[in-house]
């Protein structure tokens, strides 16, 4: 530990606590009846975490009525932003009613937009959230092989219960996991030679998320899929991040075609949403009319989210996601030049992205474990009251909302923060 990193993050942290009394307060009630005050691990900051009153456009304003600009998008849920059309969607639900316990219109035109985006993908089917969406494309691969194993990646986050990051064991759920290095084929080609009739499925994050950004080489893809088909496995892509790549996700991008994809986040519009689907024949399984599989869910088909993907859908195409990705390509380079003096770098695709307080290359989770958690801190919290919200691990997910004055704003500040910070170094 250097004194001089120390001091400086408890002066940052003291100078949190004194500007933001309303979420203080908030967190000490809130620690009272939710464990840490927190519902959502992620968003626990020390000494506790920031309270948003209200959002509009690419701006949050806290409790404390500080504004500041939001970079993170909802960790990418919120990639439309709070875009008129997404509000729209919700008033036309309010004024038909919601709760029905039956069928709705919207659901199959979500649905369709879905597979008309995903070649591989022909149904789907949804549920609340990324997490459940992982769970039964696995489960569906367990199924339809016979077989037990799923291999994994360090550093991979399939939502809390399959999660392969430091102390996430505990709530795993308890399937036949063999977790693997990222970017590492020769690690995946020995595992299936030793092991290939075992394997129901591969899944993968085609750039490990919550992991750091580290977006997998396109060697490692295909060999994910030349393996799979080879060993009668499931390729299943976790898209839940990564769909936001080109309108066919990172599949259409890097030119590989899952078995089964799992989607999530960004299309219920910043609304609970997730999907898993794949080829009709996989999806039949699914199908009551003919004895199928039961997959329960009672906000599966909630009335707010059906009405509002298909609006989603709508916003995201080609070329709007395009120029997206191209601004959040652009924002890198500036970052990856901006960080040098101090030796950090940044890394990512398109508009998602994380800044890491160690040297370039990071191709691997091991890459980045090893760091001082608390120059991140450090950063978040000098961002923050500088007006700039991202993520304390690094991470930003540009939305539509956010333009590139808000960009040059952020680059600037960066710059001045590096200077600030070449005394730290270890
Ligand atoms: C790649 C990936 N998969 C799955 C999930 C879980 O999605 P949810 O939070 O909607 O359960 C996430 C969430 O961050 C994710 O990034």
Not at 354 to 367: E, L
């Amino acid at each position: 530990m250097t004194d001089a990193l120390g001091t400086a993050l408890d002066t940052a942290v003291q100078r949190f606590v004194t500007s933001n009394p309303v979420s203080a307060r908030l967190a000490r009630e809130a620690a009272e009846v939710m464990p840490g005050g927190n519902t959502r691990s992620v968003l626990h900051t020390e000494p506790f975490g920031v309270r948003i009153a209200h959002a509009e456009g690419a701006v949050l304003t806290t409790v404390d009525g500080a504004r500041v600009v939001d970079l993170l998008g909802d960790y990418s849920a919120g990639l439309v932003g709070r875009r008129p059309e997404v509000a729209d969607a919700v008033r036309d639900v309010l004024d038909r009613g919601w709760s029905y316990g039956a069928m709705s219109e919207p659901e199959a035109d979500l649905a369709r937009a879905l597979v008309d985006r995903f070649p591989s993908v022909d149904q789907v089917r949804f549920t609340n959230s990324g997490t459940e969406a992982d769970l039964m494309a696995v489960l569906t691969a367990r199924h339809v092989t016979g077989r037990d194993r799923v291999v994994v990646f360090e550093g991979a986050y399939h939502g809390g219960p399959m999660t392969f990051l430091p102390g996430s064991a505990p709530l795993r759920v308890p399937f036949d996991f063999t977790v693997l290095p990222y970017n590492d084929v020769a690690a995946v080609e020995a595992e299936f030679s030793e092991a290939g009739e075992k394997i129901a499925c591969v899944l993968v994050e085609p750039m490990l998320g919550a992991g750091g950004c580290i977006p997998a080489s396109a060697e490692f893809l295909a060999a994910l899929r030349r393996l799979t088909r080879d060993h009668g496995a499931l390729l299943v892509l976790d898209e839940v991040m990564t769909s936001r790549l080109a309108v066919g996700g990172a599949q259409e991008a890097y030119g590989v075609r899952a078995d089964l994809t799992v989607l999530g986040k960004y299309f219920g519009g910043g609304l609970s949403f997730g999907a898993f689907g794949g080829s009709r024949e996989l999806m039949a399984a699914y199908d009551p009319a003919r004895g199928g599989l039961t997959h329960g869910g009672t906000f599966n088909n909630n009335a707010f989210t059906m009405a509002v993907g298909p609006a989603v859908t709508r916003l995201l195409d080609a070329e709007t996601l395009a120029l997206l990705n191209r601004r959040g390509d652009r924002l890198r380079e500036r970052l990856a030049e901006a960080l040098v003096p101090i030796g950090w770098c940044v890394t990512g695709i398109g508009s998602m992205m994380t800044i890491h307080p160690t040297p370039a290359p990071v191709t691997r989770w091991s890459d980045i474990a090893g760091v001082d958690v608390r120059r991140r801190r450090l950063l978040f919290h000098d961002l923050l009251a500088r007006g700039y919200y991202i993520a304390e691990r690094g991470y930003l997910a540009l939305s539509l909302s956010v333009t590139e004055d808000h960009l040059d704003g952020f680059v600037g500040v960066t710059q001045a923060l590096v200077g600030e910070y070449a005394d730290l170094a270890t």
